[in-house]
């Protein structure tokens, strides 16, 4: 378990993760996004405990399958001890049985690896949004318990509404070259087979990918960022 000292006007953030590489990454994506901070580094579910208490981080980063305990029962045992940090579970843990009982256990936001730095930085600058207001609220009535409400919930995009400045037919040449694909594309790959750059490409992936049609995976290499990698869903 890592600290440092005290900074004020930041939110506090504890990663939990028993993969000593992976909350090593976690831990480089929370800090290139302000106003946060990584507080501690914790690697079981009795560290990631002993860590709220010494460190009352604002949010925690929780995996779920750490060596001594499954992460969601980690979170009891924080508000029985007082506790009310934030949590936001970062898991390859896919199963509904899972995500209904994080629901029911208050995480602020649940996301699942293999993910990268555009994956995890709008989900904390949506949670500082929310965190804003819930700190700086007033409350006199209905509309302004509203407001503070506002934007917790942020629905998708129905289906067939593309994003300002995308096409159609951009869409639908993407959306062949995955669905052709023997395995998975790189926006490179894609950009190659549509005709189009790699930043559209890249652009059109990540639609697919945030509207759950395509899947995301990541390729590490011997050195530098992963590659990131895309499927369609059949």
């Not at 409350?139 to 289906?159: E, H």
């Not at 189009?196 to 899947?215: K, P």
């Amino acid at each position: 378990m890592t600290t440092t000292s005290d900074k004020a006007g930041t939110i506090d953030v504890l990663v939990v993760d028993d993969d000593f590489m992976v909350a090593r990454v976690h831990r480089a994506f929370v800090e290139r996004v302000e106003p946060f901070r990584v507080v501690g580094v914790a690697h079981t579910g009795a560290q990631a405990i002993e860590a709220v208490d010494a460190l009352r981080p604002d949010l925690i980063l929780l995996d779920l399958y750490l060596p001594d305990l499954f992460g969601l029962d980690v979170i009891p045992r924080l508000r029985t001890a007082g506790h009310d940090c934030d949590v936001m579970v970062i898991s390859a843990a896919q199963e509904a049985d899972t995500v209904r009982g994080a629901v029911r256990r208050g995480v602020v936001d649940y996301l699942l690896k293999p993910f990268d730095f555009e994956d995890l930085r709008p989900r904390l600058e949506r949670y500082a949004a929310q965190r804003g207001r819930l700190l700086t609220a007033v409350v006199r009535g209905q509309a302004d318990v509203d407001r503070v409400l506002a934007g917790a919930f942020v629905p998708a995009p129905p289906a067939h509404t593309l994003p300002k400045g995308m096409s159609v037919e951009t869409a639908a040449l993407v959306e062949r070259a995955l669905r052709e694909a023997d395995g998975t594309l790189s926006a490179t790959e894609c950009a190659a087979l549509t005709g189009v750059s790699r930043v559209s490409a890249r652009r059109y992936l990540e639609y697919f990918h945030s509207t759950g049609s395509a899947e995301v995976s990541l390729r590490y290499g011997a050195a530098g960022r992963p590659e990131r990698r895309y499927a369609w869903r059949t």
